[in-house]
């Protein structure tokens, strides 16, 4: 019996961003349910599905993600930045979901009938050693990792077939010479990480991106260790060879220890909505992954990871833009059904 009482229903309802969107309700829903398979593995998509709410208007479909911290220590540290990076995407889209807003979407924490909230495991210790997931909350509620080093992740999307937990975003130390900057730079940091547990992938990984952007590929850090283990390890592949296949193959990337240069290979699994949108909350900054960051000026682009073709240097954005609010209202839709 789950605490914070949820159903799930699941309908067929792919993704436009390269990975399923959220479908949950609550109890007092009336949910209609048309079930069926769908199998990528390499995209990791799934069957998400929509729930229906009755209001004083008629069956609305509502997208519910609930979530919870994996401990005490985690929603101390992560609570504040995670609270606000919610209410930064409710400004951009609206709030509450509605039909004037043109969004269905819902973020909550998991709480106890006092109202407290519930933690996502028992005898928590480590990542590596998470302990026991909580029985009283659902299995694939997004679980909240707090990690010791300046690092962030989020699986994308949504994926019915996760294990308990599965669904996670970590995030860690955050750098600022103040605590009001470091709680800024900690909330773009979650900002940018709850997009991804949204579905969108990165702006610079969209499939028309070279029109807009170059991607300096020996300018990221660990490419150029990629290119030489590759040769170590498969001596037969050319230097241009090597070239070739690391921007283009994440699994080749990664075994090769190439983790940064997978952030910006062109996500083959999803449509673009919209136009190209350099005002995103999902894009990388010029610096980001620079294996030289200290040599990265106006003056010295060339030392920059990734550079704009009109304009070189791509700052860092804080807040989702119009473009992303936009996305999420084509994924989440408010959809009013009147007369069932």
Known sequence: MFN???LITLILRLAFVGAAPWGITHTNATAHTNSTTHSAEVDKRGIAGTIE???????????????????????????????ASIRQWMVALGSPASAQTQH????????????????????????????????????????????????????????????????HLYSGLVQGNTLRN????LTHQLTHELGHVFGLVHEHQRLDRDSQIHINWDKIAGYREAIAETQRRVPAMTMQQAHDRLPTSETFSRTMGSGAAVNYIIWP???????????????????????NMQACTPQNTQEYAITGISEAFIP?????????????RTMYPYSLRTGQ
């Open 53 to 83: 709410l009755t209001d004083i208007y008629g069956l609305v479909e509502m997208y519910v993600i609930p979530y919870c911290y994996a401990n005490p220590t985690t929603r101390q540290q992560l609570g504040y930045g995670f609270e």
């Open 316 to 328: 860092a954005r804080l807040s989702p833009s119009q473009g992303d609010a936009y996305s999420l």
């Open 104 to 167: 269905a979407i819902s973020v909550y924490e998991t709480l106890d009938g006092q109202n407290q909230p519930v933690f996502c495991y028992s005898n928590y210790q480590s990542i590596e050693q998470p302990g026991t997931w909580n029985n009283g909350i659902w299995k694939l509620t997004l679980a909240i990792h707090y990690i010791q080093q300046w690092h962030a992740l989020a699986t994308l999307g949504f994926d019915p077939r996760q294990a308990p937990g599965g669904h």
């Open 4 to 6: 914070f009482l949820v």
């Open 269 to 291: 699994f999803n449509t673009p909505i919209g136009s190209y949108d350099f005002d995103s909350i999902m894009y990388y900054r010029s610096l980001s992954w620079a294996r």
């Open 182 to 185: 470091a709680m800024i730079s």
